[in-house]
């Protein structure tokens, strides 16, 4: 079994910055893949940024070159830096794993971006 818990969440204006976490309750290293995902108020959830035990990355292409998805394999968390935010960015944040073939999903975190 894996928790995962988000944090980092708020208001920010456009421009600004934000780092959200995401603290697993087991060591992360095994995990499959680990991803942020992202919903938005009448829309579906949609993918944001991912990071593959080899460490690979991805990311959409809406937050590219804007977002990354650094990880602490020391303290079992995951994060997503989120730069140049704009209102579109607005969502709740959610984090998922793979391990041992099962998903986990975290309970989201909310991101409003405005002025």
């Known amino acids: 079994q894996v928790q995962l818990v988000e944090s980092g969440g708020g208001l920010v204006q456009p421009g600004g910055s934000l780092r959200l976490s995401c603290a697993a309750s087991r060591s992360i290293e095994s995990f499959a893949t680990m991803v942020w995902y992202r919903q938005a108020p009448g829309k579906e959830r949609e993918f944001v940024a991912r990071i593959a035990t080899a460490g690979i990355r991805m990311y959409a292409d809406s937050v590219k070159g804007r977002f990354t998805i650094p990880k602490d394999n020391a303290k079992n968390a995951l994060y997503l830096e989120m730069n140049s935010l704009a209102p579109e960015d607005t969502a709740v944040y959610f984090c998922?794993?793979?391990?041992?073939?099962?998903?986990?999903w975290g309970q989201g975190t909310q991101v409003t971006v405005s002025s």
């Open positions: 998922y794993a793979i391990f041992n073939s099962q998903t986990y």
